[in-house]
């Protein structure tokens, strides 16, 4: 009874990771883009393209710790520690 869940289980990682793989590609998209979208194409909404970057990069964060593909390192649980007690 433990192999189906097991399975079910890597099937959940796979897709997270899935996600994470397509969200680090949007984040390059929106790195490189993001310049001329706020200078030329959508120069009202630019005060908001100079944040949307950053959602992002917490979404991938957070489908890399929970697939666990993130590096157990101590060095970046301090840093996850420093970066919730800024919030």
Known sequence: MAKPVQAASRRGKSNQLKKAKQLVWLYFILLIFEGAFRKWFLTELSDV???VRDPV???IYFKC???DRFTNNPWISLCIVFSALSA
Do not use: P
């Open 57 to 59: 990069a917490l979404l």
């Open 49 to 51: 393209l100079l944040i």
């Open 65 to 67: 710790l929970s697939s």
